[in-house]
């Protein structure tokens, strides 16, 4: 039996990635500062990555780490955010363990239309520069021989439940007054990854980790759809159709000037407003024809699960 820690297990990726891999048969530790997921099927390792020997003994049996650590929104800056990443490597430092790192489109310029593993990395904005070094600290421990590093890079999350989302925060906002809003042009595409997907993909990348270099990148294609295309998945998801508004970005930059996790939002809304497409010939094959759940009906279970 294979063994993965995931540190912040309590997390909304943390937690689905926790329940594919014992439904994968493995060995799964989950270190939190307390047990409120309550996962079956999983070790609860109470433990904060600020001291890095609960880190270490958290992670001591474990064959694969997975990174689903992250800070809120608007506390990313001043250092804060690769700090987080850097106490994870220190306890990693010389065990020659695989690492898996969530990662995302933010690396990329707006004029960057079709993403692949091998497309050079253009921030648009601070956040994009913050993760791409938080990458960079990755690959130099990697180099180093400290670990394997395998960054899993997706679109917008989206699953029942799933709190803190573009999809619940945003567009399912009003949903029990019975309106629908979306936040860009409903012409344009946009990249949308369903989590209980994404947690499969890491369990099929954590199997086959020796065929892969120390430092590597895979992109999950997801599901990349338009507004219109999203907003009727939804409506036919709903007992009855809501009302579609635009939502308000107006509001949220007013509101930005008192909150900073507003404006942080603000800050991202060109994500909105060009196509981003996620491409990986290489995971492609690694994950087989027809893999993943159909667009509707990942759509379906997500919206209703906000119903109630």
Partial sequence: MQTITILGVNG?????????FVGAKWRVIGMGRGNRAKLEGVEFFEGDVNFPDQTKRAIAEADVVFNALNLPYDK???????????RVLDAMKGSGKTL??????YNYAASQHVITPDTLQKPEKEKGEIRKRMEEMLARASV????????????????????GT???????????KGVLQYPGALSLYHSWAYLPDVAEVYVKIAQARQEFAQFE???????????????????????QK???KVFPWGLLRFLGLFMPLMREVVKMKYLWDVPQRLEDKKLEALLGQGFGTPFEVAVAKTTRSYLS
């Fill in 12 to 20: 909304r990726i943390g937690q689905e990635v926790a329940k594919a």
């Fill in 76 to 86: 990313w800056d001043k250092g804060r955010a690769e700090a987080l990443l850097s």
């Fill in 100 to 105: 898996m790192f969530p990662g995302n489109i």
């Fill in 144 to 163: 180093a021989g400290d670990i394997q590093t395998l960054i899993i890079r997706t679109g917008d999350f989206f699953a029942p439940g799933a709190e």
């Fill in 166 to 176: 573009g999809f619940d925060m945003i567009m399912m906002r009003d949903i029990k």
């Fill in 217 to 239: 990148s895979f992109h999950f294609a997801g599901h990349f759809a338009t507004g219109s295309q999203m907003i009727e998945a939804m409506q036919a998801a709903l007992p």
């Fill in 242 to 244: 809501a009302k579609l």
